[in-house]
């Protein structure tokens, strides 16, 4: 069990799974909306359209649909999950956490649940948290999720926002493993001074809801765009020289990069930084957009279902959002 010489045992992804809602909204269909144009998303962003939950579905409901599938792919029936994570900016409430409402939606009466916040790297923040719970043996597995219904914190009326966010979940099984495969490390970090270069203001204690929090629009996601993709490369490309540092790996270790979905041009700058071909990255943001803290775990889904992955690939997760946060994790494919 031992892999890291610190008494821990390793730690696999045994299942995963996604759900994205049936409603396509296209660049097209955006027009309509604000002033923008198919080509301005399309040349700025590369994302082409993005899904839209229905009006009843909140986050949990995403969350548990993924949830289902990760647990059939690994063989774990709900009611022997002990831990659910959840990472979300859009929680079904202020409280209860949204990680209580998919243990109800799926029936995992036995596990701890609770939501961890650290925008669009609240996937991989989560899965390193749950990883140690599973490693130090606190519990024999995790749910790990992430899942966004942004469509309903974005300003319709902002385009510089609004063309760039879509809704989604993904998840994630973590059990111990004695192969050898599985998580290899994690790096993370944070930088809260420049915390108000993208937020959602409103809502929280600082700025209650009142009629003038309404009318200012604060309730919306506010992005100062030129900084987040300025930082977003240098995190990420950092994060990623980082981890495959500690893990005494190179570049050219890595079989496939599944990236936050920001953005065509950051995942392209990264690429060219880390001297890894997009032709080796997992890229869906052209179908769906941003979607925050499911923005990987649904990529991953994606090329898992596609047979992308073979046992001993190396995959470099790598993510960057508010706060700011930022961090990669490798994994070694495989359970
Ligand atoms: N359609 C048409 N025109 C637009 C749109 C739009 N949707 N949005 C902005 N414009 C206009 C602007 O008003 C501006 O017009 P102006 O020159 O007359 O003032 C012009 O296009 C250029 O705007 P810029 O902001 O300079 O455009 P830029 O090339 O920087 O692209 C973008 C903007 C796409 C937001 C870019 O800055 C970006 O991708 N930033 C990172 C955003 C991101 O990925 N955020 C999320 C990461 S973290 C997380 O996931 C939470």
């Known amino acids: ?111 701890f649940c609770f939501d961890l916040e650290a925008a669009c790297s609240g996937f991989l923040y989560s899965l390193e948290t749950a990883r140690q719970f599973v490693a130090s043996g606190t519990v024999k597995n995790a749910l790990v999720i992430g899942a966004e219904k942004l469509s309903c914190v974005l300003d319709w009326q902002d385009r510089t926002t609004c063309v ?78 980082q981890v495959l540092a500690r893990c005494g790996l190179s570049a050219d270790d890595v079989t496939c990069v599944i990236p936050h979905q920001a953005n065509m041009r950051i995942v392209q700058a990264v690429s060219d930084r880390l001297g890894i071909g997009t032709d080796r990255f997992c890229i869906n943001l052209d179908r769906v957009g941003n979607m925050s803290a499911a923005s990987v775990p649904v990529a991953l889904d994606e090329a898992v279902r596609a047979n992308r992955f073979k046992a001993g690939d190396r995959l470099l997760f790598v993510t960057f959002g508010g706060g700011f946060t930022w961090g990669a994790t490798l994994v070694e494919w495989g359970v």
């Open 164 to 241: 760039l966010f879509g809704d989604g979940a993904g998840a994630v099984v973590l059990k111990p493993t004695t192969t050898g495969h599985g998580i290899l490390g994690t790096v993370m970090g944070s930088d809260g001074t420049l915390a108000e270069l993208l937020t959602i203001p409103g809502g929280g204690s600082r700025t209650p809801v009142s009629a003038q929090s309404m009318a200012d629009r604060m309730h919306y996601m506010k992005m100062a765009g030129k900084d987040v993709f300025k930082h977003a490369v240098r995190c990420m490309t950092d994060a990623a020289q």
């Open 1 to 111: 069990m031992n892999r890291d010489g610190k008494g821990q045992r390793g730690v696999v992804i045994a299942g995963v799974g996604s759900y994205l809602p049936e409603r396509i909204l296209t660049n097209a269909d955006l027009t309509k909306i604000v002033d923008t144009s198919d080509e301005w998303i399309r040349t700025r962003t590369g994302i082409s359209e993005r899904r839209i939950a229905r009006d009843d579905q909140a986050a949990s409901d995403l969350a548990a649909e993924a949830s289902r599938h990760a647990l059939t792919m690994a063989g774990l029936a709900a009611e022997d999950v002990e831990m659910i994570v959840v990472a979300t900016v859009t929680p079904d409430m202020v409280f209860p956490n949204t990680a209580c409402f998919v243990q109800k939606h799926i029936g995992a009466r036995k596990a």
